[in-house]
């Protein structure tokens, strides 16, 4: 079947406005997580979603990013007021939700803040 | 706090020569480890866990749970194997946290 989609591939926004990033995890996937990727800083872990709630939010960086998942499926990860240290790639996976799934990874979405 | 940690950045060797790639992590738990791999322009994927104790692409992987660690080897480097490679923990079988990563640069 399908992978992990994410959408747009690409964004580029000015500073100070919002972007929603979508994800579509693989059917079936219970657990959904976002994590970021920057330059020479590897992967940051954001969020984690089993179903439609979110057990670990620590990852967050600011009060400007949250995430919803609904229906157990699409989630989008919403940056407000985006700062140029936003600039990024912005990964979403997917998991079964068991004990030692591995995780299945999307394409990204690249992020640059002007 | 659990954390993954890989020493090297950067790792270059020549082909066929042994590549041995460091992990070391701290979790209090009982650890479930992984590693993942990022060929140019492809999304990341999984290579190998350990508890599936599998050699994948020539790569094997030990725990170490004495020396905390979990290094991933080959012993002939080829050039396909260049990529970025991540070694992952994961808490309470979940939730994953990753090392910084190495790129491995094969060298002809």
């Known amino acids: 079947g399908a992978g992990v989609s994410q959408s747009p591939s690409n964004k580029v926004t000015e500073k100070g406005k919002d972007v929603e990033l979508r994800c579509d995890p693989i059917s079936g996937h219970t657990a959904l997580y976002w994590y970021r990727q920057s330059l020479g800083q590897g992967l940051e872990f954001l969020i984690y979603f089993q179903g439609n709630s979110a057990p670990d939010k620590s990852g967050l960086p600011s009060d400007r990013f949250s995430a919803e998942r609904t229906g157990g499926s699409v989630s989008t990860l919403t940056i407000q007021r985006t700062q140029q240290e936003d600039s990024a790639v912005y990964l979403c996976a997917s998991s079964l939700g068991r004990l030692n799934s591995p995780l299945h990874f999307g394409n990204g979405t690249r992020l640059t803040v002007t | 706090a659990q954390r993954v940690t890989q020493p090297e950045k950067l790792l270059s060797v020549f082909k066929g020569a042994p590549v041995e790639l460091k992990c070391n992590y701290s979790?209090?738990?009982?650890?479930?480890l992984f590693w993942y791999v990022q060929y140019s322009r492809q999304r990341l994927q999984l290579l190998l866990r350990?508890?599936s104790r599998e050699s994948i692409k020539g790569f094997t992987a030990d725990l170490n749970k004495g020396e905390t660690s979990f290094h991933l080897k080959k012993p002939f480097a080829q050039e396909e194997d260049s990529a970025m490679y991540y070694c992952?923990?994961?808490?309470?079988?979940?939730?994953?946290?990753f090392g910084p990563g190495t790129r491995l640069s094969v060298l002809p």
């Open positions: 979790y209090s738990g009982s650890p479930e």
């Open positions: 350990h508890i």
């Open positions: 992952a923990l994961a808490r309470d079988g979940q939730n994953f946290v």
